[in-house]
């Protein structure tokens, strides 16, 4: 069974950084594309940043643009994302999404998660102004 496992959340003051990992198992993640969703209190889960292999095309919603880093190792079968100069309202749920092939590429699946098939739990981020 594929399992997707989020770790690297905490709590940071407004301009800090954190990375975020997602630890794949059952699932290739050198062949596949992944995501990172974000859904702050109150609010829908919307898509951050995809990508498709590791030098393949990233896609990233304006709001973390330049500021979030979306990467895999693929020798370790994980996902990563880094976030700089974090904001208040960058507070909320992150969860790590995978899909099949290229099928979740793209701004249009980013933003509908559209082909992303498989979801991790979850980690807490928040930022204090």
């Known amino acids: 069974a594929v399992q997707l496992v989020e770790s690297g959340g905490g709590s940071v003051q407004s301009g800090g950084s954190l990375r975020l990992s997602c630890a794949v198992s059952g699932y290739t993640v050198s062949k596949n594309c992944m995501g990172w969703f974000h859904q702050a209190p109150g609010k829908e889960r919307i898509g951050v940043a995809s990508?498709?292999?590791?030098?393949?095309?990233?896609y990233y919603d304006d709001s973390v643009k330049g500021r979030f880093t979306i990467s895999q190792d693929d020798a370790k079968n994980t996902l990563y994302l880094q976030m700089n100069n974090l904001k208040p309202e960058d507070t909320g749920m992150y969860y790590c999404?995978?899909?099949?092939?290229?099928?979740?590429?793209?701004?249009?699946?980013?933003?509908?998660?559209?082909?992303?098939?498989?979801w991790g739990q979850g980690t807490r981020v928040t930022v204090s102004a």
């Open positions: 990508i498709y292999t590791a030098t393949g095309p990233t």
């Open positions: 999404a995978a899909g099949e092939g290229p099928q979740c590429t793209g701004f249009y699946q980013l933003r509908n998660a559209i082909g992303f098939n498989y």
